[in-house]
């Protein structure tokens, strides 16, 4: 197994421009979710879902779309980038919930620099 | 502010000897993960703890949850280079689908 694959690894943007964050697992976890970590605050959730064609926002949704028309794919798109959004997101899938009997699993990454 | 408070922020340790991380919540913890990250990648899952006074080790590392369940520590014993990282918590605290996390403690191993 790949386990949780992100691409890309890096990538630098122009304010204003768009652009989408992929994010695949082949585990069969129903349950997805976008992180952003920034320096001294942790990690932050954007977006999830539960299963396929169910999303819902997390602490941090303002600027960013999520969908999930497959089991297996949970992109994350930036509408107009903004400086702020500059940051490393992170992609994790459970079998459950991912909280108290589900283990989250990571993948590497994708660190954005908004110009 | 952090609803998961980590401390030390970072810490610098000499190879061989102990070092203990603290993760705290004014709120009870329904499960708390600790999780290792390396600079540039992803987080690497290491314990999981449920229950008040529950206590995990695996290889040199031990975590153990407070009987309040409101207080994790993370403890690592005669420190190798392969420690060195991140370490961060993250804690159910009771809201679905949505674990918090501490802000992280860097930890560097001096050979």
């Known amino acids: 197994n790949a386990g949780v694959t992100q691409t890309p690894k890096f990538q630098v943007l122009k304010t204003g421009q768009s652009m989408t964050l992929q994010c695949a697992q082949d585990m069969n976890h129903e349950y997805m979710s976008w992180y952003r970590q920034d320096p001294g605050m942790g990690l932050r959730l954007i977006h999830y879902?539960?299963?396929?064609?169910i999303t819902d926002q997390g602490e941090v949704p303002n600027g960013y779309n999520v969908s999930r028309s497959t089991t297996e794919d949970f992109p994350l798109r930036l509408l107009s980038a903004a400086p702020s959004q500059t940051s490393v997101y992170f992609c994790?899938?459970?079998w459950g919930s991912g909280t108290s009997t589900d283990t989250q699993y990571f993948g590497p990454g994708t660190r954005l620099t908004v110009l | 502010s952090q609803e998961l408070e980590q401390s030390p922020q970072s810490l610098i340790v000499q190879e061989g000897k102990n070092l203990t991380i603290n993760c705290t919540s004014s709120?009870?913890?329904?499960?708390l993960y600790w999780y290792k990250q390396k600079y540039g990648e992803g987080l690497i899952f290491l314990m999981m703890?449920?229950?008040?006074?529950e206590e995990k080790s695996h290889e040199k590392i031990t975590a153990k949850l407070d009987e309040k369940k409101q207080q994790s520590s993370l403890h690592i014993t005669a420190s190798q280079p392969s420690h060195a990282g991140i370490y961060l918590c993250?804690?159910?605290?009771?809201?679905?689908?949505?674990?918090?996390f501490g802000a992280g403690t860097t930890v560097t191993v001096r050979a």
């Open positions: 994790a899938s459970s």
């Open positions: 703890l449920q229950k008040g006074g």
């Open positions: 879902s539960v299963g396929a064609g």
């Open positions: 993250g804690a159910d605290m009771g809201s679905d689908y949505k674990l918090s």
């Open positions: 709120k009870t913890l329904y499960g």
